[in-house]
Structures are given as C-alpha cells and as structure tokens.
C-alpha cells in the first residue's frame, strides 16, 4: 500500500490511499488420485489497482477561547475502486460477476471502520491543541 495522500480544502477533507496488489488464498487442498499421482487446486482472490477515497468536511469553530470540531454528514463516506479482480481456482467469467460484490462488500465495510477511525483521529488533534473545553 501506497503511503495515503491527504487534501484538506475549505470544502471538504480528503484522504486517497492507492494499493497495488492484495492476494488473499482461502481454500488449497491436494488429494492422491493414485499412486504418486497427486492432484492440487486452490480458491482465492487477488485484486489490482484498488483505489480507496474517504471524503468527509470536518468543521472547526473557536467559541468563548474553546474549539469545538463537528462533523457535516455530507459528503462523509469512504469509496472504493477496483483495477482488476481475479478468483483464483475458478473460470474467470465469474470474475465479473464477483467484482462489483467485492467492491460494494469493500465500500461497506470501510465506511464505517475507516470513517470512524479518522474522525477519532482527527478529535485526537483538536483536543491535543485546544483542550478538553471543546471536545464534543
């Protein structure tokens, strides 16, 4: 993985992180079909190019001497895109079928986990320079 790549503008912070290559093997078995006749093959999933971009617009105010960081639901998601995704072991038709699922099981999975990350992050920060007054 890339180091990711932050844009903070007036509009909205932006967080880009580009990964070359993921190769995940769930599932490899080898059996004798005879004597010293052995036969392998495996399951899994490798994926190309895969870009993820979380977008959100925190908002930083200074009231009374305090900060005080909140957070506009819009735009607030993470989005990924896939270069490329092959299912190991399987015809590669099912490969296009399996790309837009994987992408959209990525999408969920990280809205949650990588936004909620930042944003705890991100509080971290404004409390470390402002102080405990403007935490919310």
Known sequence: MDPPKFSLTPQQLTVTANIAKVRADGLAFKFMVGP????GAGL???LTDVKVVYKAR??????NGACRLEWNGDPNGVSVAIGDLNIIGVQNDLDK???DAVREALNFALDAAFGTALRSEVQHVVVQTCGNSGKR
């Open 36 to 39: 010293c006749n052995w036969v």
């Open 97 to 99: 079928l399996a790309k």
């Open 44 to 46: 899994g999933v490798q």
């Open 58 to 63: 925190p908002m930083l105010s200074f009231e």
